[in-house]
């Protein structure tokens, strides 16, 4: 599909860190390259653990203030990625984080009274419709989301997918809408290499803990090797959410990884992947907008 307009890539992402942890490098591939980049985040992630000892007054049961802190965060992980459109869904504040409270049979994890304001248990059809707002003021060809299990089950990441792939199907400017994925082959391959890395300075997870799709249903590879700097100064300023190293004895981005609040170490993959999800395929085996 021959663009002549400027490309313009959208992306909807439920927490200030989604971006950068499922789509940072392609972020800094497509905004070095001049792509016009709109940001839209759902939740300033006020319910997040806090790593930094120093930090824990910011909770959600102390003073509450971690949202406002996640936003500044979220400003530095833009300035890192070359981003300058960033919003958030309905406005600063709008929609809260909705917690580890996951509706799933089974999930032993604490069922909290979600907050009135909790954006997985929100008016949907506001949501759609400031989605919308936004899809067709910025006419972007190009949108990005989560699969419809939002990547590993999170309440807010299923909201996002379903909202998005609702208010993307209203509006005709967008061309194609790909779902970010890891395939079980990198996956692997980067915790192999991990294995192989010195100064880890976490247990290095199984690939059976992570969350991630069969290779052979990956649409899109796109190479992000040259953003691998740009990708680790915005995983480092999410300072609150991510532990960051790199192997100081091989350099190379391959040998460096993260690691959540729950302090499993995971890779820095130099690839990330998406499956289209709608919209023509053409020449969109490692380009999101396709010939
Ligand atoms: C990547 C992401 O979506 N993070 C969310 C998530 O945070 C995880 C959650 O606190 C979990 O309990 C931890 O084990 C894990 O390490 C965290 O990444 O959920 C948070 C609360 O909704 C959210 O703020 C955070 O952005
Ligand atoms: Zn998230």
Avoid at 212 to 228: E, G, K, M
Wanted: hydrophobic fraction near 35%.
């Amino acid at each position: 599909m021959n663009h002549t307009a400027p490309l313009r890539l959208l992306l909807v992402h439920a927490h200030p860190d989604d971006e950068t942890l499922t789509t940072g490098g392609t972020i800094a591939h497509y905004a070095a390259r001049g792509v016009q980049i709109t940001l839209v985040t759902c939740t300033l992630g006020e319910e997040g653990e806090i790593i930094p000892k120093e930090l824990q007054g910011l909770a959600s049961d102390q003073s509450d203030q971690l949202g406002g802190y996640r936003i500044g965060e979220l400003q530095g992980a833009c300035k890192a990625l070359g981003v300058t459109d960033f919003r958030f869904l309905g406005g600063i504040g709008r929609w809260r984080d909705s917690g580890m409270t996951w509706s799933q049979p089974g999930y032993a994890g604490e069922l909290s009274e979600p907050h009135p304001r909790a954006f997985a248990i929100g008016d949907r059809r506001e949501q759609e419709a400031e989605l919308e707002t936004m899809l067709r003021e910025v006419r972007p060809q190009v949108v990005v989301t989560y699969t419809d299990d939002g990547g590993y089950g999170h309440p807010d990441h299923v909201r996002a997918h379903q909202i998005t792939m609702s208010a993307t199907s209203r509006v005709a400017e967008v061309e194609r809408v790909f779902h970010t994925v890891r395939p079980r082959g990198a996956l692997a391959d980067g915790l192999q290499r991990l294995s192989k890395s010195e100064g880890v300075p976490f247990p290095i997870a199984d690939i059976e803990e992570l969350a991630h799709i069969p290779d052979d249903a990956v649409t899109t590879a796109l190479d992000v090797t040259d953003q691998q700097s740009s990708l680790m100064n915005a995983l480092r300023s999410h300072e609150t959410q991510i532990s960051l190293w790199s192997d100081l004895r091989n350099s190379g981005p391959s040998a460096a990884g993260f690691a959540l609040s729950n302090g499993i170490a995971q890779p820095i993959l130099d690839v990330e992947h998406y499956v289209l999800a709608s919209g023509t395929p053409d020449g969109c085996a490692d380009d999101l907008f396709g010939t």
